[in-house]
């Protein structure tokens, strides 16, 4: 602002210097005096160069969930009606998968999604509680296929006894701790009933547990192939 200021007030100067010669000659009349003519310095504005904002942009983000599908194929002649997905360190087995509408029928498969990426035990069960199949420490850090194709080899826990069985543990004789049962609580094994448990050949321990707390063990037991029956009585 200074120095338009200045500028303009030197230019008002000139103006008023001209007036004043051409009023002189007016008074002092004879021939005009020939006014000089005064070349008024142009005074070059400043071009201010505004600054150029960029324009405002929104990236787009995709939000990462992070999630992990499973896709179970049943390749067995029974129909999965229970599936449990737990984390590899936890007591249980936690909730039930499916759901009370959903089943996934023999020769066909079903997908579970948003499941967070880790390591997994899973378990499946037909509509009766029977165990077809069960698989731990599963990697889910990417998109996964189980495959149930079920087990020529089983454990048949045959409740002759008075009581329910609420707990069924199948641990390798290396094992120092019986970890998670593979019967669900909440659909114990009723007196006068009998459930299957998928198994592999090999040497296990065995403990069921009835409902009030009191436990049956059973260690170092050989499964050579085909049903092995293990009847609980009083």
Not at 36 to 46: E, I, K, R, S
């Amino acid at each position: 602002m200074s120095i338009f200021s200045q500028e303009s007030k030197g230019r008002i100067a000139l103006v008023v210097a001209v007036m004043a010669l051409v009023a002189l000659a007016c008074v002092c009349g004879g021939t005009p005096a020939v006014v000089p003519t005064v070349a008024v310095p142009t005074v070059a504005v400043p071009t201010v160069a505004l600054p150029t904002t960029a324009p405002i942009t929104s990236e787009a983000t995709t939000e990462t969930t992070g999630s992990i599908s499973l896709k179970v194929v049943n390749q067995t002649t029974s129909d999965i009606c229970y599936l449990y997905i737990t984390d590899s360190g936890s007591d249980d087995w936690g909730p039930e998968q499916l759901g009370t509408d959903q089943t996934i029928a023999a020769s066909s498969d079903f997908t579970i999604t948003d499941i967070p990426p880790g390591t997994y035990d899973l378990e499946t069960e037909d509509c009766d509680h029977n165990v077809i199949s069960w698989n731990y420490n599963v990697d889910l850090s990417e998109d996964n296929t189980l495959t149930v194709s079920g087990s020529p080899d089983q454990l048949a826990v045959e409740n002759t006894s008075s009581k329910q069985l609420c707990g069924l543990y199948i641990s390798p004789p290396t094992e120092e701790n019986w970890g998670r049962s593979h019967l669900n609580p909440e659909h114990p094994i009723d007196p006068g009933t009998t459930r299957t448990f998928a198994i592999t050949s090999g040497t296990w321990d065995l403990r069921v547990e009835t409902c009030d707390g009191t436990s049956i063990d059973r260690t170092g037991q050989e499964f050579t192939g085909g049903t092995f029956t293990w009847t609980i009585s009083d």
